[in-house]
DNA sequence: CTCGGACCCTGATGGC
DNA sequence: TGCCATCAGGGTCCGA
């Protein structure tokens, strides 16, 4: 599901709604949601009792509530999950439920399962503190800190498909399937042309335009096709009206008028101008 | 070490 | 109607 900019608005009504509740009650209805944390269901329900919880953070797709006890609930939202409060649509789909202080219930919904909640303690990793989990996760191209140029290094060093390694999340973060075509698209480069082979400024104009994209998703309040990418009280966000991109195949590119096309590689669909992103030969 | 592909799940959709 | 294949915005793991 949830790319950079979803992950934030859910971090967002976290912030919001349950910043300084307390931990009442936890209930896990579906063992596969919490199977990242390796101490079981019991551990993880026991040490959120009584929990406070006294902020929230994010990196890349990965996002957690900071506690009363110097530890972490890291929360993976996977392919389809969910931090709701309030209303539950589908009982089926309901992983995991908190009940909290104020009488309000955070209930972790999650169709396909990918998706989980672990407890973790802190680590400082290049001077940010960390869920131990999301240690090896690269700063994301919102964060502050963000080294572009580092960044840029890296990927000068990697004969392998540009999209492929704007996915890796070891390279940057935040970025999926479709703000990586959006990111590609404005940047006017085809994701199957290899890293190595792109020039420093291009790259730099690509994080670039990563950056943009997911900033401008932001301040619409994410990309949802469907019920599945909702903010923590089950509202859609409408950035999807702005894809230049993705799930454009048939459509006219909006800058040069050819017709986009959808290819296949890494067993998922991008969607790109053949003329403004010509394929590279082989 | 790096890279590419298989695999993990459930549900919706479309073709036959 | 049923059945099968395909697809979906995630990450991890294993073999080459």
Redesign the pocket.
Known sequence: ???LP?VEVVRRGLAEHVTDKTITAVRVHHP?AVRRHEAGPADLTARLLDSTITGTGRR??YLWLTLSDQNALVV?????GQMLLGEVPNE??LRIAALLDDGTTLSFVD????GGWMLADLVDVDGTDVPA?VA?IARDPLDPLFDRGAVVNVLR?????IK?QL?D?TVV?G????YADESLWRAKINGARLASGISKAKLAQLLDAAAEVMTDALGQG?????S??VNVNGESGYFDRSLDA?GREGEPCRRCGAIMRRD??????SFYCPRCQPRPRV
């Open positions: 599901m949830p790319e979803e596969r890349g797709k993976h939202l996977g392919m389809s089926n789909h169709q396909r399962t990918f989990p090896h060093r990697k004969h392998s498909e492929r996915l999340q973060s970025i999926g399937n479709i994410g990309t949802s096709f469907d599945l990418y993705y296949k590689f890494m067993n998922r669909s």
